[in-house]
């Protein structure tokens, strides 16, 4: 072989090596949209996005996003030029992010219940006396989705007038289709003793749960998905960025995680209006918020069928159910959202936004 | 423009000749490996490994917390727990304050005070910052309703404009 071909070879992988390295081992920039700090209880953070359109222009209703809460929020301010709260600002929305923060030991005992209805409420009261307004919207996603479902079932008369629930994992019955089930059964899965040695459920444990769903495709997949798209500036910037936020893992409070396990995923109190929350029944007639419910259809992590029934359980009379291609997280950070569940959510939230 | 790019990973990549039969192999394991973790054995199976390893690990959990339980008291310092139970006290003491806070905003309400002023325009405030970290927030664009202080936490704007004049 000619010597000079060598040669450029050689560089030319030195050349990637480098640049795949680097890219595996640093921390991207993301959540770079400007915000400020209106409210803070323990962990919990509520930022308020600053408005780049003047008054007039904007919405009336506040939309306050609620991600899981075991994960960072910053999944919906990826990146600039790639965050759906960028759009959403960018669209004249007031939009508010509450951040669950990363739970200590301290908070070990914390449940969906303090989150849904003690954390939240307080912090959609600041919102609605900073927005000077009674009513507004929420987005909840994956665990957040559970969340929200529950405050806007208890707390119904409280101003919420449009409820977003993305890729919301709330029916349980369908046992055969969910792998996490399956891994969680009390014949195989303790789930009080990994408390009780862990105090809160590790961030680590959780995303090899996830990433173990489809073990080759996040193991080995997605940094040949990197290697072969090297010399693609956007697919690096992309992948980096992505690779950011599913590296910063966050424990989940061990009360929730215990909750989770045993009175849904084992139990499906929810979906059967059994839950009890602070002594109170979830009954998820109550909700009566315009509802949209957007399904992941390639979703592994939190299948359709979790999300499809609770169109029929739900008191709302404005209800939309929207289908979508794509994966759990694909569908709000993947490259085809800014065109397809962005431009969705924005159209139905701004008919009943004003 | 994708030419280019293929173009240049083809010279600058040597793995490429392999890529088509790496990415079949990988298909056909992903397949696998789906069908694997699906499995009711592969549940038993990390169940199983779970369990062995917290019951491996659980004596000596319990005897490095006596030791280092032990070892704090000789040395006149708090506990993890102590400490854990002191932060959970200071979240009481916070939900307090919010409690007040609320209080406070439905007096002004009842008042019949002015609502809020608008937001100044595109404060460049990002995570980390000044008003972010609850250092000096007056001197920095913010919003209406509450202001944090020095401590992040529920310092409540006095003295709007109006009631300045």
Redesign the interface.
């Known amino acids: 072989m000619d010597q000079a071909v060598v040669m450029?070879?050689a560089a030319?992988?030195a050349?990637?090596l480098q640049v795949f390295t680097r890219v595996v081992t640093t921390k991207a920039a993301i959540?770079?949209t400007?915000?400020?700090?209106?409210?803070?209880?323990?962990k919990a953070k509520l930022y308020?996005y600053?408005?780049?359109l003047?008054?007039e222009k904007r919405y009336r209703i506040p939309l306050l996003l609620i991600f899981a809460i075991m994960n960072r929020p910053s999944i919906l301010d990826l990146r600039p030029g790639h965050s759906f709260v960028e759009f959403m600002v960018g669209q004249g929305y007031d939009v508010y992010l509450l951040d669950w923060g990363v739970p200590?030991?301290?908070d070990?005992n914390l449940k969906l219940d303090d989150y849904a209805i003690?954390y939240l409420p307080?912090a959609i009261?600041?919102m609605k006396?900073?927005a000077?307004v009674e009513e507004f919207s929420m987005l909840g996603w994956c665990i957040g989705a559970i969340l929200t479902t529950i405050y806007a079932a208890l707390r119904s008369e409280e101003g919420l007038r449009n409820l977003l629930l993305l890729t919301a994992p709330l029916d349980f019955s369908n046992r055969a289709g969910l792998?996490f089930a399956?891994?969680t059964?009390e014949?195989?899965?303790?789930v009080d003793?990994?408390i009780e040695?862990f105090g809160n459920m590790p961030g680590e444990m959780i995303d090899y749960g996830a990433k173990?769903?489809?073990?080759?495709?996040n193991y080995?997949?997605n940094y040949?998905k990197l290697?072969?798209n090297?010399?693609?500036p956007r697919v690096v910037e992309s992948w980096h960025a992505m690779n950011t936020w599913v590296t910063d893992n966050v424990p989940m409070a061990g009360g929730a995680y215990r909750q989770l396990i045993v009175e849904l995923y084992r139990k499906n109190r929810l979906m059967k209006n059994e839950l009890m929350v602070r002594g109170e029944r979830v009954d998820l007639g109550k909700i009566r918020a315009n509802l949209l419910t957007v399904i992941a259809e390639g979703d592994h992590i939190t299948p359709p069928c979790q999300s499809e029934s609770i169109m029929a359980k739900v008191g709302s009379e404005d209800k939309e159910l929207y289908r979508i291609p794509g994966g759990h997280i694909g569908i709000m950070a993947g490259s085809a959202a800014p065109r397809t569940t962005w431009p969705h959510i924005e159209g139905w939230l701004s008919a009943r936004s004003r | 423009m994708s030419e280019t790019?293929n173009n240049?990973?083809e010279?600058?990549?040597?793995?490429e000749p392999f890529?088509a039969i790496?990415?079949k192999y990988?298909d056909a394991?992903?397949k696998s490996?789906?069908e694997t973790?699906?499995s009711?054995s592969?549940?038993?199976a990390?169940?199983?490994m779970?369990?062995g390893y917290?019951t491996a690990?659980?004596p000596l959990?319990e005897a490095m917390d006596k030791s280092m339980a032990q070892a704090l008291v000789q040395l006149s310092l708090p506990s993890?727990?102590e400490?854990?139970?002191?932060?959970?006290r200071f979240?009481h003491v916070?939900?307090r304050l919010?409690d007040m806070?609320?209080k406070l905003?439905r007096i002004e309400k009842l008042l019949g005070r002015d609502?809020?002023a608008?937001?100044p325009?595109?404060?460049?405030?990002?995570?980390g910052s000044a008003?972010?970290k609850?250092v000096n927030p007056r001197s920095e664009p913010?919003?209406?309703?509450?202001r944090?202080g020095a401590r992040?936490?529920?310092v409540r704007k006095r003295g709007g404009a109006k009631e300045r004049s």
């Open positions: 450029d070879s030319g992988l050349k990637r959540a770079q400007p915000k400020e700090l209106v409210w803070a209880l323990n308020r600053t408005p780049v003047p008054t200590g030991l301290e070990k003690e307080r009261r600041k006396a900073i000077g792998t399956r891994w059964d014949k195989y899965f303790d003793k990994v040695a173990a769903l489809k073990p080759v495709e080995i997949g040949c290697w072969d090297l010399d693609d | 790019r240049h990973t010279t600058s990549d040597p793995f890529r790496r990415d990988l394991m992903a490996m789906v973790v699906n009711e592969y549940a038993q990390s169940g199983a779970l369990e917290l690990t659980a959990r993890r727990q400490v854990a139970a002191l932060a959970e979240t916070e939900m919010d806070d609320a905003d609502p809020p608008p937001l325009k595109a404060g460049k405030v990002r995570e008003v972010e609850g913010a919003g209406e309703g509450s944090l992040g936490r529920f």
